[in-house]
């Protein structure tokens, strides 16, 4: 599998979030053999939870699978950039690679608001813009513009 | 109760950590009518998870018990300042104020490495120093020395 194959993964889990009413955002963790060993989207709604983001469940999920907190040698593929929660939690995980596609001006930690991993928390993972940038984009301004239609 | 007995709260939580062999962190929510409505302690080490801290399990907690992700109205005490990821779920609760004691020179988002509240992330919770600050940076600082010292 190639990046854009895992990008699509995750655009898969952030249609399954959209079916269930939630902002649409899918992530997907590859481990060292470059088998998933992680997935998640986002649950806040549903769940009425404040850390029912993608990325957190994906996180959680491999540990679990790779029996520890420390996700070295993995990489992170999102479709939204992460929020300063869970850009931490990467930076929690010793992720030390980050593909997102869409960007977030208003909640991004990787680059848009600011960029956590330039900071000096001792760890500084690499960051990579897409693949599918404007898929993940459109299905998320879409979302928002008939959310706003609902109002 | 008051601040002090919220903290002691904490610091107790702290210390089942530490007699668990994990950092000794403890965190408590504390809802609008002064009832603790959620709480945690470090669980990193024993259930190998990277999203073990303190604060996220106090903050699950929470939403499950006042049923809903906002936690508009309440308090967090927390005896380690929290690193960015907690921060970030600070943020994403809308928790409106937090009391953090010792202070984290190397993982600090509320003010040591960077203050998180502060940018531009549209909630700015306020800051409260202690109390307790002494014993839960003792509790820290000895549980670094013998872990040292065990090297």
Redesign the interface.
């Known amino acids: 599998m190639n990046d854009e194959a895992y990008m699509s993964r995750a655009l898969e889990l952030a249609k399954e979030a959209l079916f269930a009413g939630e902002v649409p955002v899918g992530c997907v963790i590859v481990g060292p053999d470059g088998s998933i060993v992680g997935e998640g989207r986002n649950r ?2 549903q769940e ?6 993608a990325e ?1 469940a994906a ?2 999920m491999a ?2 699978t790779l ?5 070295s040698n993995t990489r992170l593929y999102v479709t939204l950039e992460p ?7 990467i ?4 992720i030390p690679e980050l593909h997102y596609a869409a960007k977030d001006p ?2 991004g ?1 990787c680059g848009s ?2 960029n ?1 991993f330039e ?4 760890f500084h993972p690499r960051i990579f813009r897409g693949p599918l940038e404007a898929e993940c984009s459109h299905l998320l301004s879409d979302f928002f513009a008939q959310t706003r239609r609902k109002i």
Chains 1, 2 share one sequence.
Request: aromatic share 6%; with cysteine.
């Open positions: 806040r709604e009425r939870d404040a850390l029912g983001h957190l996180i959680r540990c679990q029996g520890g907190w420390r996700l929020c300063p929660m869970c850009a931490g939690a930076l929690n995980a010793r208003a909640m930690a608001v600011l956590l900071e000096s928390f001792g």
